[in-house]
């Protein structure tokens, strides 16, 4: 699903370019604004390319790199048609990521999670069957494992676990919520694994750490879906 874009016009699309460079230094190499980029320029056939002496400024948190140095992070990178800030983190277009294909089902369960007396619970089950790794992952031909699956989440069903549930959809469709990685807790290389997004995987207890109650949640995974660029921006579009 990779943006046929040229990888250029992404560049520009997200950043301007600035004249008279001050005396800085570029977050990515970080070597200063005024000497040229150590990236080679690409020559394409389509059209100019970015040239290493190029300083530019992305358009809404306004911080300065070698374009050159940006053109090279995205060419490394999924090449989705979506650009991060390395300083700030913010997100231009729409950032997906390389989960793999799955399914995502939604429940309604009539009973409370502690510390949410007042309503009843959301239940996703997320199924990933094994497969065999594309380019966007880390070892591409090879297959990988999915342990722990289907697995089960839990949210409140008041207004804002219904609000995080429309938010974990959209990152579900972005491939945000899993990648094909090590796994912290095993170890176990070419395996899927959360991905930066905390889920509440035990519903009446909490032995792992990842059940309730924790008033704080809500809070911390909307801010953790806010990190990958889905906020309720999403649904103004
Ligand atoms: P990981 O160990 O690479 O950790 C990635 C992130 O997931 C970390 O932020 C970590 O805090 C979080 N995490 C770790 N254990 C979790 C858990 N039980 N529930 C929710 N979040 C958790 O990620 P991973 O390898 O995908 O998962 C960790 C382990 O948890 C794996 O061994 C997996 O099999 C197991 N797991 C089992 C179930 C289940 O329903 N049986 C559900 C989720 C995870």
């Known amino acids: 699903r990779a943006s046929a874009q040229r990888p250029e016009e992404v560049i520009q699309r997200y950043m301007e370019v ?14 200063q604004l005024s000497n040229a980029s ?3 320029t690409q020559s394409t056939e389509e059209g100019p ?3 290493p002496d190029t300083v530019g400024k992305f358009i809404k948190c306004g911080h300065t790199l070698h374009m050159l140095c940006m053109l090279a992070m995205y060419n490394n990178g999924t090449k ?7 300083s700030c983190k913010t997100i231009y277009g729409e950032k997906t990521g390389t989960q793999p294909k799955g399914k995502m089902e939604i429940y309604s369960i009539g009973q409370s999670l502690p510390g949410h007396p007042d ?5 996703i089950i997320y199924s990933i069957p094994p497969g065999l790794q594309g380019p966007e992952h880390p070892n591409p031909g090879q297959p990988y494992s999915c342990r722990g699956f289907p697995r089960f989440c839990f949210l409140p069903d008041n207004d804002k676990g219904r609000k995080v549930l429309e938010l ?3 990152a579900w469709m972005r491939r945000l919520i899993f990648t094909v990685g090590t796994s912290s807790t095993t ?32 809070d911390n ?8 660029g889905v906020t309720e921006d999403c649904f103004k579009a």
């Open 18 to 31: 600035v004249a008279g460079v001050q005396d800085e230094d570029c977050i990515i190499c970080m070597d």
């Open 38 to 40: 150590g990236y080679e």
């Open 49 to 51: 390319s970015v040239l």
């Open 80 to 86: 989705d048609g979506s650009l991060q800030c390395p």
């Open 119 to 123: 309503c009843g619970t959301i239940q």
């Open 168 to 170: 974990l959809k959209v």
């Open 187 to 218: 170890g176990e290389p070419d395996t899927v694994v959360w991905n930066n997004i905390h889920h509440k995987t035990e519903m009446m207890s909490n032995l792992s750490g990842h059940g309730y109650p924790d008033p704080n949640y809500l």
């Open 221 to 228: 995974v909307l801010s953790e879906l806010a990190s990958q």
